[in-house]
Structure formats: C-alpha cells, structure tokens
C-alpha cells in the first residue's frame, strides 16, 4: 500500500471541506465546488510563483479559503466597516478551520500555528511568507476573477482596487503580475490603474 503523508492528508482534508461548497463554477464544460477550484488554484499558483514553497506555506495556500461560504457576507453591514469586521472574521475562521484539521493529524502545534498565523495575514510587508502568500492572492484574483469582478463595479472603483491590491505585493509580485496573460479589458484596467 501507498503510504500516504501527513502532509497529503492535511491537502486531502482541506479538499474535501472545500468539495462541499454549495456555489459551483464551471471551467471548460466541468463544474467544480466554488472553493475547491479556488484552493487549487492557489497551489498551482504558489509552485509557480515560488517553487520551494515550504509546508506551511502550501498549506496556508491550499486553506485560504476553506469553507468561505459558511460566514455570508450580508451578516454584516453593507459598507467599508462592515467589509473589513468580515474579512477578519473569516481570516479567524479559516485560521482556526485549518489548525484544527492540523492537529487532528498530529502535526506539531508550532507547525498549526504558523499555518495560522500566515493564513491571518500577519506581518504582511515584514514576514516572508506571508508577503508570499499574498502575492500569491492576488495573482489568482487576477488571473481567475478579475474580468467578472470588474463587469460588475464601476470603472473608478476597479481602479482603486487595483491600486490598493498593487501596493500589497511584492516587486517580484507585482512583475509576476504584468507577465499574466489577462484579456484585453483587464489588461486596460491594470494599465490605467498604474498610470493613474
């Protein structure tokens, strides 16, 4: 028999969290749960981006979003404050999600713990990884979602966002992100937003 590693299991765990997400998105005629397409989309992304990625990295990765669907959006208000107490509430969500699936496997705690912190975003600037992690981020965003993000917002909006997204990654980061190869509009957006 195969012997199958703790880190392999930690992957499949997340996977099948993520496998039970209710949202779909259709790739190519196959349809995937929402989440799942998105986790693997960040891992293909990271060993692109920086191949000796270590394990809590791939994992923090892979995690990014476990189970986004359980914390809606509209529980919170529909402005800036509103926004921001969600994406803390999930960052803590996903953090401890992840952490406990890592010590259900027996990782070390010191192991849970950076995967938690990188997945909290902590020390974005200063701590490698996490500096890593969200390049990473918004690489995938780009790549996969911003066209559709982007139909539905007013063009000064996207540009903004686009600013603030630029300022939160790395040279390397932000190189990788002008060697994507993104349609026509996205492309125009990022030109404008860069210039702007």
């Given at each position: ?141 780009l790549q996969y979602y911003f066209d559709d993000f ?47």
């Amino acid at each position: 028999m195969q012997h199958v590693s703790k880190f392999e299991m930690a992957i499949g765990r997340i996977d099948a969290e993520n496998a039970e997400d209710p949202n779909v998105e259709t790739v190519n005629g196959v349809t995937f749960p929402k989440e799942l397409l998105y986790a693997r989309r960040m891992t293909e992304k990271l060993l692109d981006f920086y191949p000796e990625a270590s394990g809590e990295l791939q994992i923090a990765a892979r995690a990014q979003h476990i189970c986004r669907w359980k914390i809606d959006r509209k529980q919170y208000p529909m402005d800036r404050v509103g926004y921001l107490k969600w994406r803390e509430a999930l960052k803590k969500f996903h953090a401890e999600k992840t952490s406990e699936i890592l010590k259900d496997l027996g990782f070390e705690d010191t192991f849970a713990e950076r995967v938690s912190f990188l997945i909290r975003k902590k020390q974005l600037k200063k701590d490698e990884e996490t500096q890593i992690l969200e390049d990473v981020v918004c690489l995938v965003f780009l790549q996969y979602y911003f066209d559709d993000f982007a139909a539905k917002h007013p063009e000064e909006k996207i540009i903004d966002i686009v600013q603030k997204t630029w300022a939160k990654m790395s040279e390397s980061g932000q190189q990788a992100a002008l060697e994507l190869k993104l349609s026509p509009e996205a492309s125009g957006l990022v030109k404008k937003a860069l210039q702007t």
